[in-house]
């Protein structure tokens, strides 16, 4: 489970994606490791300590790319003190796409 993005280009570009990153209340732990994959590439991995920004580049091809966010750990809980059953282990805050480099 994670988070799917649908790209289009018209031409081959690269995109920054930028976020703040916070760990869920589904680990008790604050450690989470994002892993992006691109167009079923191979994956990239981030390690995320608590809460941090963070900014990707993207090379992004002519057409379609399809762009997917995961986190490696699983949950250790299933159900919220609320009653909430969403794992929630990485909250992106303000997510946002800007042309350009890092």
């Given at each position: ?30 450690v ?44 250790e ?24 480099h890092?």
């Open positions: 489970m994670g988070l799917r993005l649908a790209l289009f280009s018209d031409k081959a570009r690269t995109v920054l994606f930028q976020t703040r990153a916070l760990a869920g209340p589904s680990r008790k732990d604050s989470r490791t994002l892993v992006v994959t691109k167009n079923r590439e191979a994956p990239n991995s981030i390690q995320i300590r608590r809460e941090q920004d963070i900014k990707l580049e993207l090379n992004l091809n002519p057409g379609l790319n399809q762009i997917d966010f995961s986190v490696k750990e699983l949950p809980c299933t159900i919220q003190p609320n009653g909430d059953t969403r794992e929630l282990m990485l909250l992106f805050e303000s997510p946002r796409l800007l042309p350009g890092l």
